[in-house]
């Protein structure tokens, strides 16, 4: 937190895993620019320690200011318990503007409650579009940037949605990408860590080569249709290759539900803490995911990535990056995969802009946009 009565004061919305991740760089750039007070609003919609904490202590993330503790629910009842939480917070304190990552739960909230309030919305991460309603994070992006006041947009697919959705175009900022700040800043302090205390690093120690797995998108894991066909996947290529899978629980709790067989050669973990997981997928062979942010990491470091959906919204990591859209299809992945594994993959290049200095630039449009 930094707050001083001559500076205007920021929120900073983080709720879940992947907006500590985005909110490190912004808070960083914020501490060095000094033109701007701010406090750090933690929703708790990721609320144990696994997915919480221990980013708040890798990433360097203060403690958060304020704790609204609205996890768990279904997406309503979060929605609509950060909703109230938030709200009463705005009445009290009546911060300048919102800045608001991503696309969660926290992120919908949050971003609606400030602007009736009459508080003005950032969207950091603003128009990235997948067209496909059925993906909860699709939603949550399309109404919070339909209210947000300044748009900072990763790509140029992003400002090109937002041009037809006919947004004020002098709102809308080509910045980069906050999350490829914060995985150069994390890799380069991976460089000089200790890395016999993390716990991806014993399994590396064993497996000279080895390939990566996550899994966690609905139309992915919750259905035994669906699941087994990504768990046919994996069977082939890890008779190619070792395959280590951090789990999310609901994954593996629909993998013990539904009786799927995964091979013997695939190691399953538990969710991993930042600077473990970026240990573990950095130098791995293949990457295989459902994931939109690794799709971006992957690119940042030039990893090998298959993404197994039929879409993605952030295609500037197939256009340009290392990433391959690879749908779900069993008969179109194996191979894909294994010709990764044969010939490298695809390296890609990473894109413009995505130098590490996107949160510096986010921070002095704030600042002149708010007077500062």
């Known amino acids: 937190m930094t707050t001083s009565p001559a500076l205007p004061c920021i929120h900073l919305i983080a709720g879940a895993r992947p907006n500590f991740m985005k909110i490190a760089p912004i808070v960083r750039a914020l501490q060095a ?3 701007l007070a701010w406090k750090i609003i933690h929703t708790g919609q990721h609320y144990d320690r696994d997915m919480n904490d221990v980013f708040f202590e890798e990433l360097g993330i203060p403690t958060p200011d304020v704790r609204l503790g609205c996890g768990g629910g279904t997406h309503a009842d979060q929605t609509g318990k950060i909703m109230l939480a938030y709200e009463s917070l705005c009445a009290a304190e009546k911060p300048a503007a919102c800045l608001v990552v991503g696309d969660v739960n926290s992120t919908l909230a949050c971003s609606i409650v400030a602007k009736k309030a009459g508080i003005p919305v950032a969207h950091v991460e603003a128009g990235l579009r997948s067209g496909d309603m059925s993906m909860p994070e699709e939603i949550n992006r399309l109404v919070t940037d339909a209210i947000s006041d300044w748009y900072f947009v990763t790509e140029p697919s992003g400002y090109q949605h937002l041009q037809r959705e006919g947004k004020d175009m002098s709102t809308v900022y080509d910045v980069g990408h906050v999350m490829v700040d914060n995985v150069l800043f994390q890799a380069e302090k991976l460089k000089t860590q200790d890395t ?3 716990e991806s690093d014993a399994y590396k120690r064993q497996h000279p080569r080895y390939g990566v797995v996550t899994l966690h998108r609905p139309s992915n894991v919750d259905s035994a249709e669906a699941l087994e066909r990504i768990a046919s996947v994996l069977r082939t290529v890890s008779a190619e290759i070792p395959l280590v899978f951090p789990v999310h629980p609901r994954t593996r709790s629909n993998i013990e539900k539904f009786g799927l067989q995964l091979g013997a050669n695939v190691t399953l973990m538990g969710p991993q803490a930042y600077m473990s997981f970026l240990h573990l997928w950095k130098d791995a062979a293949l990457v295989l995911t459902d994931s939109g942010g690794l799709q ?3 690119t ?10 039929e879409n993605t919204e952030r295609p ?3 256009d340009e990056g290392s990433n391959v859209l690879a749908g779900t299809d069993p008969a179109v992945i194996i191979p894909l995969a294994l010709d990764t594994l044969k010939n490298g993959g695809k390296r890609g290049r990473r ?4 130098d590490g200095k996107s949160a510096e ?3 002095d449009i704030l600042a002149t946009r708010l007077g500062a």
Do not use: F, Q
């Open 33 to 35: 620019d000094g033109r």
């Open 196 to 198: 016999s205390v993390l």
């Open 316 to 318: 500037i990591t197939v």
């Open 296 to 298: 971006e990491e992957t």
């Open 361 to 363: 630039r986010i921070v």
């Open 351 to 354: 894109p413009a802009l995505w």
């Open 300 to 309: 940042a470091l030039g990893v090998p990535c298959i993404t197994m959906r």
